[in-house]
């Protein structure tokens, strides 16, 4: 199963190529729209805004100023529709981003909502929890996603320098790291800061008002075939979910009561609901790990293999739950990658193209797990997979419209 984060940017590449996002000449392009304060609904003015090329290492590459109804227009002779930007408004030091596709025309609308800050702890609850747990060797390596949300009435940002998401970790527990989604639903690294007692760790990553989902990753020690596991966050959580693999492992626990086997993965599930705030998430694991798989480094341009079998598990019940999650804001996205090549010509040229899409898409889904398991740099991660994208965007763009639009189409709708 690969990353579903990368099908999704396969359909938002269909979505700019059909119309007219990227445009087959390369032609100067135009940015308009407008700034908007969520929390008052009113437009915000003199408000400056950054055009970013990522492919470009972030680079600035136009500016503009919202006038007094919060609008906003910007051209540059460097600007061009066949590339992708994001348009970024700092405000009140919190960054609100936005993707930016252009029509056939190289003319783009792009809207940004930004919220006042709160420095006082809102309302927060975690909707849903999920965490994973594989013994493998001598480690239990340790996933645990959060679905947070803020309930700020009017909608408002957390700002906490000190942290805004706080968490505790065992005693086996190594050092974290931890990622938020971003646009796109993109894992962003995040720093993680240690607090005053063993254990103690928090996030100062903004909290914006509806859902955020954070992730945290570490390690702790399985090299008695045995383990008190225990984790802890700040925050109620409605329903928290515990996936165990290998499935023979002997799983104790007075929180998390079994629910089976899951179907997709073969872990053994567990499930508990209505957990106060600060009450440990806690399970004795006892048996034999799988043995350890060593590690195989990425070579050439493209990411061939998986970096050990707890990303391939992590990664994709990762990506599944950030959809999920998203499904209530608006984004949709594709449901099976097969019914693609069930419907794809089967004229020579259109197999060859949809091999060198696929490879690209498998491409992708590999360096987003290697990122998502903190086995790739950041600044590696994204010149590689800026790359990959770009090469992906060239070749759906040898595919016939009919094909195109009968494909964004379909997937659209799910």
């Known amino acids: 199963m690969k990353l579903p984060a990368a099908k999704f940017i396969v359909i938002a ?14 032609a100067p392009a135009s940015i308009s729209g407008q700034v908007t304060n969520g929390t008052t609904g009113r437009p915000v003015a003199n408000q400056k805004l950054r055009l970013i090329m990522p492919s470009g ?16 227009s910007m051209a540059a002779d460097n600007l061009t529709s066949d590339s992708f930007y994001l348009l970024e408004a700092n405000y009140q030091d919190v960054n609100y981003n936005a993707p930016v596709q252009f029509d056939q025309q190289g003319r783009a609308q792009a809207q940004i909502t930004v919220y006042d800050a709160t420095h006082t702890a809102p309302p927060l609850r975690i909707q849903s929890a999920r965490i994973i747990l594989r013994a493998e060797g001598n480690k239990l390596h340790v996933q645990e996603m959060f679905a947070i949300r803020n309930l700020t009435s009017p909608a408002r940002t957390y700002v906490n320098d000190a942290g805004t998401f706080a968490f505790h970790l065992g005693s086996s527990a190594g050092e974290p790291t931890a990622a938020i989604a971003g646009v796109m639903n993109m894992p962003l690294s995040q720093p993680v800061s240690s607090g005053k007692q063993h254990g103690d760790y928090s996030l100062a ?9 954070i992730s945290i ?16 966050v700040g925050y109620p959580v409605d329903t928290a ?9 002997s799983v104790g626990s007075v929180l998390f009561q079994p629910q089976g086997t899951d179907a997709e993965t073969g872990s053994r599930r567990y499930l508990a609901s209505g957990v106060t705030s600060g009450t440990p998430l806690s399970a004795t694991l006892s048996g034999e790990a799988v043995p350890a798989e060593t590690p195989a480094s990425p070579a050439g341009p493209e990411v061939k293999s998986l970096p050990n079998s707890m990303t391939r598990l992590g ?6 739950f950030l959809l999920l999650l998203f499904w209530g804001l608006g984004v949709r996205v594709a449901k099976e990658w097969p019914r693609f090549k069930e419907q794809r010509s089967a004229e020579q040229q259109q197999k060859a193209l949809a091999a060198e899409v696929e490879s690209l898409f498998n491409s992708l889904a590999d360096l987003d797990e290697l990122f998502a398991a903190g086995k790739i740099a950041e600044k590696a991660y994204w010149k590689e997979r800026l790359d990959l994208k770009a090469r992906l965007v060239t070749a759906l763009k040898k595919a016939p419209p009919k094909l195109l639009e009968s494909y964004a189409t379909r997937h659209a709708s799910h």
Do not use: H
């Not at 979910?241 to 492992?249: N, Y």
């Open 13 to 26: 590449a269909l979505s700019m190529i059909l119309s007219g996002g990227v445009a087959l000449f390369g």
């Open 57 to 72: 290492g972030m680079q600035e590459v136009a500016t503009a100023v919202t006038d007094a109804a919060g609008r906003f």
């Open 205 to 213: 990553s903004p909290l914006k008002p509806g859902l955020s989902v």
């Open 217 to 232: 990753t570490y390690d702790s020690d399985y090299s008695g075939n045995k383990l008190d596991w225990e984790a802890s």
């Open 241 to 249: 979910e515990l996936l165990v693999s290998p499935p023979a492992l």
């Open 315 to 320: 990664a994709p019940l990762l990506a599944c």
